[in-house]
């Protein structure tokens, strides 16, 4: 059994594509579909309903009745999940290959020192329909934990897989990108393994700035996001790494951010 983790807060325009995305998936195994539907103010709960009801023995749905925001919308999700393996795709995101799921389902049966997999994506700018991928650079194979403190964002959330064994569903830092702290420490708990094929995509919904500076000036708030994550994550392992420690004395980020934002700001 997978578990597919969807949370989903307006997106009225996008989620019958996200959740259509899972439908189309063809797998020998089953899975389910679980649905955290924030107290949307478009249409977007009714959506969900009316998927769930024709697809009831695939799709879960959470109702809360007041909203939650997403990262406490995000914790209950996860932990409703039931499958071996747990897959995200939020529902402004979709999955383009129907066999997806069952070509990380069957790398991970293959490989159980690896905890997690993902792979890339296209990148759409909604703004402009601008479309590029989303690592347009060869990334190996195999992700080590320094690949995921010092490299930029390079794992779409839409193409995550990783074992719900061993993974602690009850670290939630409310102040800490949820994906990166499940990245981080799916890399502490295995391998993570790079797919290099296109099986999502990720919708960029940007202002007037170019979809390549727009994702380059993220990298800011993404590396301050790492930091404040680093932080949390000693205090969650009871200091059993000191990566933030470490970093911070060789001031890695400071560098990184000079060498990388600074230059194009």
Known sequence: MVSVDMITYNHEPYIAQAIEGVLMQKTNFKFELVIGEDCSTDRTREICIEYQKKYPEIIKLLLP???????????????????????????????????????????????????????????????????????????????????????????????????????????????????????????????????????????LFSSNTSLSNRLYLNYKTMYQKKINLLNEFDKFTRNRYKIYTTVKRAGIYIRILQKRLFTVM
């Open 65 to 203: 009745e007041k909203n939650l925001g997403v990262v406490k919308n995000g914790d209950r999700t996860i932990k409703a999940c039931t499958g071996k393996y747990i897959a995200l795709c939020e529902g402004d995101d979709y999955w383009t290959d129907p066999l997806k799921l069952q070509k990380q389902v069957d790398f991970m049966e293959a490989n159980n020192d690896y905890s997690m997999c993902f792979h890339n994506a296209y990148v759409i700018n909604k703004r402009t329909n601008e479309k590029k991928l989303f690592n347009e650079k060869k990334i190996k194979s195999t992700i080590t934990p320094r690949d995921v403190i010092l490299k930029p964002w390079f794992t779409p959330t839409a193409s995550f897989l990783f074992r719900k064994e061993g993974y602690p569903l009850d670290a939630l830092w409310s102040d800490v990108n949820g994906d990166m702290q499940l990245l981080f420490i799916n890399s502490t708990l295995g391998k993570i393994h790079y797919m290099d094929e296109v099986m999502s995509v990720y919708n």
